[in-house]
């Protein structure tokens, strides 16, 4: 999702060619759409929606490649509440009951402590897998020692070549996994996930929360935040296949803006996952996934030519020329590249964004109202 709350205006003159690259998390695209309506907050500007949703590869759960899951659960002091680790344990009772023979499930929780509390388990022995889950109780400590390494090797000691890899991480957002550093974190994390081994993370509870961590987490992996049963059920059961099954990975979006038609040009949200132009086309350079069957929105803000912007008139800006009377007509070009789940090389696909304008559809009226709340809000 976008980061619509922590809103950042991104403002850029456009008196030559320029792109914006995105590092979404996003998937193997199944649908490419855009949008372009006028803004609400500002009618002589233009909002563009970006919208991509990811093909869903299998039809039921039970049709999902073997799982090789390791519950990382937060058992310390803070997560003493009825919707901290009591709402975490319920959560993972609802998954267990889910499971297959071919799946295999590790149960990891840190505190105090860091220990295995179920070796790889094969997923058909539910009364075991939610004896050890039902036993889970709060320790008190808040010292995880090495937890997040400890379950990326569980990860690897029993990985599924041909299948998922996942860890689960069950917290408040305190993060005592042994790792305090924000980089180191994320460099464990990145290092596993080049390793076929991804990362969710479920946030549960309020006060203790961090959520600059969490962000960040987020941003390299895959998060939600479970307040109650019925989330919990959505998030693990109805959407199994897109939390778990990625279909690609390393996706970015790239956006040219058309210096004969767009004055001026804003990205909200996504703020800070934007790379450098030259990483678009860098294979080397990683970026997100999501599961089967997401969608991803983006949405930019743009003044036309010829509207008044933020910015003074530039004084170039009148000598742009269009080299191509046919570009006239768009407002910009979206690129895409793509890697399989196993590949390293990426494909790509691209298509222009027209200027036709329209009446905004059901899912472009919602975002709007929630971009436009959280740039009230900022």
């Known amino acids: 999702m976008l980061n619509f709350v922590n809103t950042l205006v991104i403002i850029q003159n456009l008196f030559y060619d320029k792109t914006v690259v995105i590092n979404i998390f996003a998937n193997f695209y199944h649908l490419i759409s855009t949008e372009t309506v006028q803004s609400p907050w500002k009618p002589t500007n233009q909002i563009i929606k970006v919208a991509i949703k990811a093909t869903d590869t299998v039809s039921e759960n039970k049709d999902l490649p073997p799982a090789n899951l390791v519950f990382l659960v937060d058992v310390s002091g803070s997560m003493n509440d009825s919707d901290k680790l009591e709402l975490a344990k319920s959560s993972l009772a609802m998954l267990a009951k889910q499971l297959r023979k071919q799946d295999t499930i590790s149960l990891i929780t840190y505190a105090g402590n860091t ?9 058909d022995q539910t009364s075991k897998i939610l004896s050890a889950i039902n036993k889970l109780a709060v320790e008190g400590s808040t010292n995880g020692e090495a937890a997040i390494k400890l379950a990326y090797a569980q990860a690897r000691e029993n990985f599924k070549k041909y299948g998922i890899n996942r860890i689960l991480m069950m917290t408040d957002g305190d993060f005592n996994v042994g790792v305090s550093d924000v980089d180191e974190m994320l460099d464990i994390i990145r290092r596993g996930r080049n390793g076929g081994v991804s990362l969710s993370t479920f946030g549960f509870g309020q006060g203790n929360y961090n959520d600059y961590m969490m962000e960040q987490v987020a941003d390299n992996g895959n998060y939600s935040y479970i307040d109650n049963l019925s989330e919990a059920k959505k998030v693990l059961i109805d959407e199994m296949r ?3 099954n990625t279909v690609a990975k390393d996706v970015k979006v790239q956006v040219g803006f058309n210096p004969n038609t767009v004055k001026e040009w804003r990205l909200i949200g996504y703020e800070n996952r934007v790379l450098a132009t030259e990483d678009f086309n860098n294979d080397k350079v990683d970026a997100g996934k999501l ?8 949405l930019f803000e743009i003044t036309p030519v010829g509207q008044k912007g933020w910015l003074d008139e530039s004084r170039y800006q009148s000598n742009t020329k269009a080299n191509n009377d046919n570009k006239n007509n768009e407002l910009g070009f979206l690129k895409i590249r793509y890697k399989a789940p196993n590949g390293d090389t990426s494909q790509l696909v691209s298509v222009p964004i027209g200027k036709t304008m329209s009446k905004p559809s059901l899912d472009l009226q919602f975002a709007m109202a929630v971009v436009g709340f959280g740039e009230l809000l900022s």
């Open 115 to 123: 220990e295995v509390v179920l070796p790889a388990t094969s997923g």
């Open 242 to 244: 897109a939390t778990f």
């Open 291 to 298: 599961g089967a069957g997401k969608s991803v929105v983006a």
